[in-house]
């Protein structure tokens, strides 16, 4: 069973430009969350989709935004980037039900502002 | 709002030996999910352990085990044997069954050290 896939796993990026990040769920998974990991504030959520519909949001500004396709992948998008966007930023997949608890973590893509 | 702490930012253990890892959390809700999850330097995040708030019996997966205490809002990991493969950022995690979703809230880290 193929795990979460996050594409590009590397990029470096200008400040000022946009950037979009993919997420791949694992098969059947129909809920993606969104994290950045940075070594100052640790690992931070940045929101949750589900269905195709986002159903938690961290607290981070609107340039940053996300959304679900039919099939579940997942895409997150930067505008504006700044200096500070630098991070790994993870995705994971859960399956829905009152009994899965569990989020599969892909292995992140690092992103560079310069 | 929830928050989890973890107090060690390094830890150090001896391959073979025991350690243990803290986590302390902070919640109002009598019922959640509590986890500890492993990256290591491939950056891969790991789920190692979980815990379900409302069984009393601190869960066991192979080498790993915790101590959950409700009352005092902490949840340590045991790492028996400690192999050279451990050696990683440990992350202790907090997940409401309240909310409908899969939002988790990451306590700061240790990181582990396994000296051979």
């Known amino acids: 069973k193929a795990g979460v896939t996050q594409t590009p796993r590397y990029l470096i990026k200008t400040r000022g430009q946009q950037v979009t990040l993919s997420c791949s769920p694992i098969s059947g998974h129909r809920s993606v969350s969104w994290y950045q990991q940075t070594p100052g504030q640790g690992l931070q959520f940045l929101f949750e989709?589900?269905?195709?519909?986002?159903?938690n949001k961290g607290n981070f500004p609107g340039r940053f935004s996300g959304r679900q396709f039919s099939n579940s992948r997942s895409e997150m998008n930067v505008s504006t980037l700044e200096l500070g966007d630098s991070a790994l930023y993870l995705c994971a997949s859960s399956l829905v039900g009152p009994t899965n608890t569990e989020a599969f973590f892909g292995q992140g893509t690092r992103l560079t502002v310069v | 709002a929830q928050t989890v702490t973890q107090s060690q930012p390094e830890m150090s253990v001896q391959e073979a030996e025991t350690v243990t890892l803290s986590c302390t959390y902070d919640?109002?809700?009598?019922?959640?999910?509590l986890f500890w999850y492993k990256q290591p330097p491939s950056r891969q995040m790991i789920l190692v352990i979980r815990q379900e708030a409302y069984k009393q019996q601190n869960a066991t997966e192979n080498r790993f085990s915790v101590n959950f205490q409700k009352a005092a809002k902490s949840f340590s990991l045991k790492i028996s044997d400690s192999q050279l493969g451990d050696a990683a950022m440990y992350f202790c995690?907090?997940?409401?069954?309240?909310?409908?979703?899969?939002?988790?809230?990451f306590g700061g880290g240790t990181r582990l050290m396994v000296k051979p």
């Open positions: 989709y589900f269905s195709e519909t986002q159903r």
């Open positions: 919640t109002s809700e009598s019922d959640y999910y």
């Open positions: 995690a907090y997940r409401s069954s309240n909310n409908a979703g899969n939002m988790l809230t």
